[in-house]
């Protein structure tokens, strides 16, 4: 968003694409078309969705999490297969298609060890996230969601708890799909939580007790769901 709007502001003029998964949170879809009716129209541009056919190559261009349901798989940390199929090589498609030969990535200042041979504005501007916030509300508009898939195994405890509370329909289609994965893999137990120690159904079984179940990290999600006034 924000490198989308310094780019902009400057006097660029390109395409702005988003690989679609289809199992991003009902906020980010709903943010992406007020941004782009609101802020991008007003400027001649628009958002190139890429998603099913012919970009995403698989089961019909199903969306992730309807593959995932086809093939009785979930997505793994140790390999991350969804990123490339639905993502890296959809893009990677559309330029070649297109003839567009480098491609800008939104990563912010305080990342900047990660894919160092890659163009990123940001970077080069030396914009946090912090800063990307402030970008984004010198428009005028609101700061969206992280971004990010809701059967993505790499979520914070608050994160799956936040998707129980809001979207208790998606977060029993996300635990039946971790169960019927469990299933079909005999040799190993399979689990959207990296550590494999626990399963959705897990997490949803401590929500309901009321239990604490956080990362040791995620002080985000502690200071949401701290259990008492005192805060400790």
Sequence with gaps: MAMTILLVNKGWRGPIVFCDTGTEHPETYCYMD???RDWLNPRELEITRLRG??????KDGLSLIEYCEAANVIPLAAVRWCTARWKVEPIQRWMKENGVMIDLIGIAADESQRMRQRCRPLCDWFVTRQGCV????????????????????????????????????VFERVAQLEENAQHRRTERY?????SGKRSVRDLER????????????????L????PCLCGI
């Design 223 to 226: 200071l949401r769901y701290k």
């Design 134 to 169: 402030e970008v984004i509300q010198a428009e005028g508009l609101d700061v969206p969601r992280k971004s990010g898939c809701y059967i993505c195994p790499f979520q914070r405890v608050s994160q799956w708890r936040e998707l129980w509370e809001r979207y208790p329909e």
């Design 190 to 194: 399979a689990t959207l939580d990296p």
């Design 34 to 36: 007020a941004f782009e």
């Design 53 to 58: 056919m012919p970009w995403q190559r698989y």
């Design 206 to 221: 401590g929500f309901v007790a009321q239990e604490t179940l956080f990362d040791p990290e995620d002080w985000e999600g």
